[in-house]
């Protein structure tokens, strides 16, 4: 009965609905409707023909941004460094490729003619570089070794190469580049003796090729070893080794600071893996001090190789391994950071490998429990060193390095990040020990640590789930206050949050930094949720596409995180750079093959903001634009988490009639409203009067053993059933509000080894963890029923369990907006900065009114990025959907009208 009433209900209120409209009534507001100037038009100002109000106070200075706030973020993956970034063309040029890689040592090269060709080893080149290729041919036809290139192959173009190597022998080399069988370039190299030396030649190739490219090193009648084979284009950005094209698109997007290495490759899945800094430098592995080759430090070919965390340790023979040549090393980085006009932000390993991947830690502490081990000890000594790389004088250990490279003068540095995505207990001892050694050091080594300040971890979750992040600030929370301190920056100078979401999600949370939600100071750090004080890294993040809905809602996010340009320092888009022979990760900001390279919308994205922000937030606020909360809604369902139970007397109640709207006493076999397709693993059957699900054991995954019942479109209901464990470890794992197989809540009592209850959610098939505001403790009883009861009422769930409150929760559920935006002044030049962002489908008209404005040029420069689809999306080697377009416009006033072209971000820059 309860289900012909429930569908008898909802046709009686379509049929008053229908009629309603009928005689041309809505309920709600609807949009306006008036006719739209052109887009990107100034017209009068007009709140009657406007979509939205935006109201700003030229004099009404809020707070000073951060002058780092957008920057970028270089890890090594998707052969970013090797094979992009760095302009080498020769794979695997000094034989150390491992057992990893196809060919081991000899990967990446192939014979050419008669001549024959080993791996040598005896006097190598030095210890870091212990292997060589050793080329015999007792014929006279030119014959030797080929190199491929990285990837999908080497290519070149028109112009002039520099080519170097090592050799000793008896013989000249003559070295080519070869384009489908035809030499383009040509060089030989003579003088070569039984002496390791490093010979440099030109080549100037005569045509452009793209695939069936190899570089060869050829000899006659005699016998050469060779190492360290490289070539490069003459011509490489700013000169320092880095490909041009990729370079200047990182120029263009104007970053203030660069965050290297990784990510994940600085943990590594053990410390052969991880990212050693000082190897990209040339060190002694046996002293840990730094290696001289050729009267040099620092010298490229001193520099060991290391096995690159996204190589996959399962392969023995893979064609496109992931090695790590370190010719772009922190040298490098920072060398790059300052041509990019920007601050090197380098992350350090803190004696912990990759917790994602499940991986451990050295050992902190000798037997005792006191006295730090002599292999964390290192960890602690390596900071210090990095500091007296960047700022110590050229006589130091590690400063001398630095001057040896040619940079005599100090790398500017003010931040360390102390770990990437670590995270517990585990890293909370490890940062208190680097904190601790830091401050020892500083106070010994006063004039290189001035200024330099140090980064701490939130771990991997994003703020939604609580988790890893919440705990990281009750313990900074519990360690200022224990130890007096009264400002947080002698704890750290911010946190890293990093967060990849869906495009919802960003849109959703524009205001995750608004002062409301975060706090400013540390009696802040008291909340319960998002305690602040600590300011924001946001190291990490991208909305999961690159197609303009996702560049959309990345710039809404944005603007948040510029309006709240006094609590976050740092932001980034993560990761930078990707390829389509060998993706490891994607989306990426910087689409690249061996020749050319796109930027996504994602990108230009990137660059609008990074080249339009401002130094001081200016008040200002936008009406109309906002959306309410939708209603969340979904079925219901039960289920557990390795246990068995039984379950009874369910009912669906709707909250705005009191009428049921589904009831379930199991005594049927079966039911209608039952959807036996089954989310997931459980053995499920109606016996006695009571559903029963007697699996105690399921393989890991999201949702437990469970199964649906009810309306996708259900709201605003009262859900309540009595449940019972039988066996089993844990308890329940009730899903409900389920949209759909990857969206819904769960209710897990029982759940974390049967100690708590707690609130989780799934949003596009990604679980949060606990919901911090919703936890108790809790033991769910073998043999004891309980009666539970859900309440949705709008975005609020309570959860009731045999009639007590466990919960009382505001989710939050679709509150984003149709525009977003942010006004800003650039004190350099005077401007007035004003960025909007519109997500619809349909131009929109913005009211525009400025107090205090002032005298201005009635013409203002724009900067845009905008599409006709949300699908669009930038494709390398294809013509670019959207790029950001720079143009100007007339009729600035006080006052104006402004209409923001569909699915668009722009920069109005209002000149004084």
Request: with cysteine; net charge negative; glycine share 10%.
């Amino acid at each position: 009965m309860t289900q012909k009433f429930y569908a008898f209900y909802k046709k009686i209120i379509a049929l008053i609905m229908s009629a309603l409209l009928s005689l041309g009534i809505t309920l709600g507001c609807g949009e306006k409707d008036f006719d739209r100037p052109e887009a990107n038009s100034i017209s009068e100002y007009s709140l009657e023909y406007s979509d939205y109000a935006l109201s700003v106070d030229a004099e009404n200075e809020l707070h000073d941004i951060s002058d780092m706030l957008f920057g970028i973020f270089f890890e090594d993956i998707n052969f970013a460094a090797d094979g992009g970034l760095y302009a080498e063309k020769v794979v695997n040029r000094s034989f150390e490729y491992g057992e990893l890689a196809a060919d081991d040592e000899l990967h990446g090269w192939s014979g050419v003619g008669e001549a024959e060709y080993y791996i040598g080893t005896e006097d190598a080149l030095n210890s870091n570089n212990p292997h060589y290729s050793v080329i015999v041919n007792n014929g006279a036809e030119p014959a030797g070794m080929a190199n491929k290139g990285f990837l999908e192959g080497m290519a070149i173009e028109k112009e002039e190469y520099d080519l170097s190597l090592y050799a000793r022998g008896n013989t000249d080399i003559t070295v080519r580049l070869v384009a489908d069988g035809v030499i383009a370039g040509e060089a030989v190299i003579t003088g070569i003796t039984d002496e390791w030396a490093k010979h440099e030649v030109s080549l100037s190739s005569s045509l452009s090729a793209h695939e069936n490219v190899f570089l060869q090193v050829l000899i006659c009648e005699g016998t050469v070893s060779v190492d360290m084979v490289s070539l490069f284009p003459a011509e490489t950005y700013k000169g320092h080794g880095m490909r041009k094209d990729l370079g200047e698109k990182l120029e263009a997007l104007n970053p203030s600071f660069l965050r290297f290495p990784g990510g994940c490759i600085i943990e590594g899945w053990d410390k052969e893996s991880m990212y050693d800094w000082k190897a990209s430098l040339g060190v002694d592995k046996t002293t840990d001090l730094p290696l001289e080759f050729n009267g040099k430090y620092g010298d490229v070919a001193a520099r060991s190789y290391g096995t690159n965390l996204w190589t996959n340790p399962s392969l023995t023979e893979d064609t496109l391994p992931c090695y790590m040549s370190y010719g772009l090393g922190f040298f490098e980085y920072f060398q790059l950071a300052e041509d990019l006009g920007a601050i090197g932000v380098p992350v350090i390993n803190c004696g912990i490998y990759c917790q994602m991947r499940g991986q451990g830690a050295v050992e902190m502490y000798e037997s005792d429990g006191k006295t730090y081990t002599a292999e964390f000890a290192q960890y602690l000594d390596d900071m210090h060193d990095l500091i007296e790389f960047c700022r110590g004088d050229v006589n130091s250990v590690w400063g001398k390095v630095r001057a040896s490279l040619g940079h005599p003068e100090p790398f500017e540095l003010k931040y360390i990040c102390i770990g990437n995505e670590q995270e517990g207990q585990i890293y909370f001892d490890r940062y208190v020990a680097f904190l601790e050694y830091f401050n020892e050091k500083k106070a010994e080594y006063p004039d290189i640590y001035e200024g330099v300040e140090l980064i701490y971890s939130s771990g991997a979750d994003d703020a939604t789930s609580g988790a890893n992040y919440l705990a990281s600030y009750e313990f900074a929370k519990d360690y200022v206050t224990e130890n007096g301190i009264t400002d947080i920056r002698d704890f750290a100078a911010a946190t890293d949050h990093h967060y990849y979401n869906e495009p919802q999600w960003f849109l959703e949370n524009a205001d995750h930094y608004d002062a409301d939600k975060y706090s400013r100071d540390i009696a802040g750090m008291t909340d319960t949720h998002y305690g602040g004080a600590i300011k924001v890294f946001i190291g990490e993040y991208a909305a999961r596409s690159n197609r303009l809905e996702a560049a959309l809602a990345e710039a809404a996010f944005m603007t948040g995180i510029e309006r709240n340009g006094d609590i976050v320092e740092m932001a980034a888009y993560a990761p930078l750079f990707g390829n389509l022979t060998a993706t490891h990760w994607a989306p990426d900001l910087i689409w690249f093959n061996n020749h050319l390279s796109t930027g996504s919308i994602n990108y230009y994205v990137q660059k609008l903001f990074g080249n339009n922000t401002g130094d001081t937030l200016l008040s200002s606020e936008l009406q109309g634009a906002a959306d309410e909360a939708e209603a969340l809604k979904g079925k219901v369902g039960l289920g557990t988490w390795w246990t068995a139970a039984e379950f009874d007397n369910v009912k669906v109640t709707d909250n705005r009639t009191g009428l049921p709207l589904a009831t379930d006493y199991f005594t049927l076999p079966t039911n209608f409203w039952w959807d036996w397709q089954q989310l997931t693993d459980g053995d499920w059957s109606i016996s006695g009067g009571k559903l029963t699900q007697t699996n105690t054991w399921h393989p890991y995954n999201e949702l437990g053993a469970s199964a649906t019942f009810g309306k996708e479109d259900w709201s605003d209901y009262t859900y309540t059933f009595e449940a019972t464990k039988t066996d089993g470890g844990e308890g329940f794992y009730i899903p409900f509000l389920i949209e759909d197989e990857q969206n819904m809540f769960f209710w897990n009592i029982g759940g974390w080894s049967n100690t708590k209850s707690s609130l989780q959610r799934m949003e596009n098939g990604i679980k949060t963890g606990e919901i911090f505001e919703t936890t108790t403790d809790f033991t769910v009883e073998t043999g004891r029923t309980y009666e539970i009861k859900i309440v949705v009422d709008g975005v609020n769930i309570k959860g009731y369990i045999d009639g007590e409150l466990q919960f009382d929760y505001d989710a939050d559920n679709g509150t984003k907006a149709d525009a977003y935006q942010v006004v800003s002044e650039d004190k350099e030049t005077g401007d007035i900065i004003i960025k909007l962002v519109n997500v619809t489908e349909k131009d929109r008209v913005f009211a525009i009114d400025i107090a205090n404005l002032g005298t201005v040029s009635s013409v203002a420069t724009v900067n845009q990025v905008a599409g006709d689809s949300l699908d669009n999306d930038n494709i390398l080697g294809a013509e670019e959907d959207c790029v950001m377009e720079e143009f100007t416009v007339e009729g600035i006033s006080e006052k104006f009208n402004y209409t923001a072209p569909m699915y668009s971000v722009t920069a109005i820059r209002i000149h004084r």
